[in-house]
Nanobody, 128 residues
């Protein structure tokens, strides 16, 4: 049974940092592409990052490049999203996700139904 459990959200001032975690079970990181999406209520889903299982290559949304870094700790079965220099426009609910087919920019531009597995969301709020 595949599960993804996200945590680490919170309230932070602009310019600050947060690290999101996503503990996975039921699969290994060499089986699925994994990454993060975010969504503001009333707006569409935005792909944030992706790590491809084939070669560990990473892809990031232009809006977060140079500020966000996604990594994997295989021993802890955890996907991370380190978010630095946060901006108010980063405020959203963040979701971790996994899919065996979509990777890279295709992962980032996928709709919810195109991605196989989702974790529950964690709220990130950045105050100005």
């Amino acid at each position: 049974d595949v599960q993804l459990q996200a945590s680490g959200g919170g309230l932070v001032q602009a310019g600050g940092s947060l690290r999101l975690s996503c503990v996975v079970s039921g699969f290994s990181f060499d089986e699925y592409n994994v990454g993060w999406f975010r969504q503001v209520p009333g707006k569409g889903l935005e792909g944030v990052s992706c790590i491809a299982y084939t070669d560990n290559s990473t892809a990031y949304a232009d809006s977060v490049k140079g500020r966000f870094t996604s990594t994997i700790d295989n021993a802890k079965r955890t996907l991370y999203l380190q978010m630095d220099n946060l901006k108010p426009e980063d405020t959203a609910v963040y979701y971790c996700a996994a899919d065996g087919f979509h990777r890279g920019n295709r992962f980032l531009t996928s709709r919810r139904l195109q991605i196989r597995y989702w974790g529950q969301g964690t709220q990130v709020t950045v105050s100005s």
